[in-house]
């Protein structure tokens, strides 16, 4: 997974995020928010567990 994705559970203000999961989407799941900054914290490798972290609860 490459760093150009861009998921809720990678935006940088996804603790107080007031649009979180309603923004619109695309076919592969990936956002359309005027908002959105990716977390520079989680690194490449750590995106693929913070989304299955996110899917399951």
Request: proline content about 2%; overall charge positive.
């Amino acid at each position: 997974m490459g760093s150009g994705r861009k998921y809720c559970a990678i935006c940088a203000w996804r603790a107080n995020c007031q649009k979180k999961f309603s923004v619109s989407t695309d076919a592969t799941g990936q956002v359309h928010c005027p908002d959105y900054s990716r977390d520079l914290m989680i690194k490449d490798l750590d995106i693929d567990e913070v989304l299955r972290k996110e899917q399951s609860g």
